[in-house]
């Protein structure tokens, strides 16, 4: 009678090596998942302020010409500003019925609103991932109505950016320094939105912002 051959497992060693091979394999592919989802939240982002920068546009074209006004500075804002105006002219809901402005536990989904890159929630009282440029309304007690024509060199007139404040409308020094690959989107007057390094729009050394940069205009 022929004796059966008893099947034996993996031993030690080579346990060890299938473990190891797995290892490496993730260590490949772990890397190129997170460049992926990155460069997915870039295309996002980007789309959603080429939509930002295209409403200003249909707003300025049903208004002689106006850009909206900034509104209030905590976002409280329903009759104008940019956040009541824009998603008007856009069809969609404007930001006062926004769960997620006040609510820091309340799921931020997939909107025109969000930078999928940005990790900052509410702070009970607002959340803006998009901050506005102030300078060219003048924010405050001027808040003055601005033509879209009278703004020289739209294509480097920052209209829109990612924000590491809160708050709906601010300046040079509210520009993120760490998002997409070290550092910010922008949208500029000519509807047009890119990526800058932020080295080319913060000096590290002296801790403030670079408003000199002839592509990224602050001031008109």
């Known amino acids: 009678m022929q004796a059966t051959t008893k099947k034996q497992g993996f031993t030690l060693i080579e ?6 091979i797995i290892a490496i394999l993730a260590a490949l592919i ?7 989802k990155a460069k997915a939240q870039s295309i996002t982002c980007l ?12 707003f300025a074209a049903d208004n ?11 976002g409280n804002s329903t009759d ?7 998603p008007r002219a856009m069809g ?3 930001y006062n019925q926004m769960p997620w402005r006040t609510n820091a536990d309340a799921a931020l989904g997939h909107s025109i609103w969000i930078c999928p890159a940005n990790l900052r929630r509410s702070n009970g009282h607002y959340l803006f991932h998009y901050c506005l440029n102030e300078n060219i309304n003048s924010t405050g007690n001027e808040n003055r109505p601005v033509r ?3 703004i020289n060199r739209p294509n480097a007139m920052i209209w829109m950016f990612d924000s590491k404040n809160l708050p709906p409308a601010g300046s040079a020094n509210f520009a993120h320094t760490n998002l997409h690959n070290h550092g910010a989107q922008f949208v500029f007057l000519d ?30």
């Open 191 to 220: 509807t047009h939105a890119c990526r800058f390094h932020s080295r080319e729009f913060w000096n590290y050394s002296k801790d403030k912002p670079i408003t000199n940069n002839p592509s990224l205009v602050w001031f008109p």
């Open 80 to 86: 104008s500003g940019w956040y009541v105006d824009l």
């Open 64 to 74: 002689e010409d106006f850009l909206p006004r900034d509104g209030s500075i905590t």
């Open 148 to 150: 879209l024509s009278s």
């Open 15 to 20: 346990l060890l090596v299938v473990i190891g």
């Open 92 to 94: 969609i809901e404007p």
């Open 30 to 36: 772990f890397p190129c998942l997170a460049s992926a």
């Open 47 to 58: 789309n959603n302020l080429k939509q930002w920068g295209v409403a200003a546009h249909l």
